[in-house]
């Protein structure tokens, strides 16, 4: 009688490896892949108090990171949205007398030739903690925070907004699109098939969120999506391979915590699946599809200010 033979044992899904370090660590940030370089403006960086606001511009190209011209002004929460060969950044807080919480209506573009920023019209209100994404050759920013009163330099004196703003960069105008359902700040967005899903976030009241809400450009309006199976704030999300990915993101219940778990939306089936656990969990992270794999930038490993972090995770599928 012959011996049995062992069944082979399974290969992963998904596969982590380590990525290239960032100089130095830095939390709050969204990242933006432009001509085979991956871009990191502003944040919250470990400095001579717990956090400091960065104006350090970095790019990883050629192998390295490497820094460029700076920010005019050092901000965070700032979103930078790769557009027609050019790197816009979009609002975010900046320092002032009143604190680092001052929320701003800039909007900023890199000139790819003198290598230097260029300011164009504002936006309507400032924003920060938002979700901005390209569709239609526009520039869809939707949600986050605004000032709630005069006073705005601090956390507290801002609220949830559910504002969706589209700019037309050629013409540098601003104009608007059906609000977003639900008004909140620090949630992820991505595009697929002429619709935005906005996933997770929080409510300065309410605390953290699950919703799922998506926008069809064609009619202008908004549906409610399967929700994400964990309330979620400070997280990430990619669209990768014909699904969205959810990585990362905090609470503050009983202290606080990061989360592990990597999230799969399946586009077609339309359901949430968890399909691998962070090696390293972080919020305030940044998440972008880079060279085949999904790049996860910096951030923090515990809630809040603290654990600031320059890891670089990669996430491949193995299929």
Known sequence: MGQAVAAPTPQPEYRWSAGPALPFAVQEIYPAVLDEAIFVAGG??????????????????AGRWQQIAPLPEPRHHAMLVPFADNLWLLGGFVESARGQWTNNDAVLVLDQHTGQWQSKTPMPKPIAETTAVVLDDKIHVIGGRSPKSEANGLWHDHTDSDWHGVYDPDADIWNTAASMPTPRNSACAVTYQQQVHVIGGRQVQGGNLSVHEIYNATTDSWRTGEPLPQERAGLACVLYRHSIFVFGGEHFIDGGDVFTEVWRYDLQKQNWHEVS???????????????????????ASEAGANKTSKVVSQFTSMK
């Open 44 to 61: 919250l960086a470990q400095g001579d108090r717990q956090l400091d606001v960065s104006d350090r511009v970095t790019v990883y190209k």
């Open 277 to 299: 656990v962070m090696p390293v969990p972080r919020h305030g992270l940044g998440a972008v599809t880079y060279q085949g794999k999904i790049w996860l930038i910096g951030g």
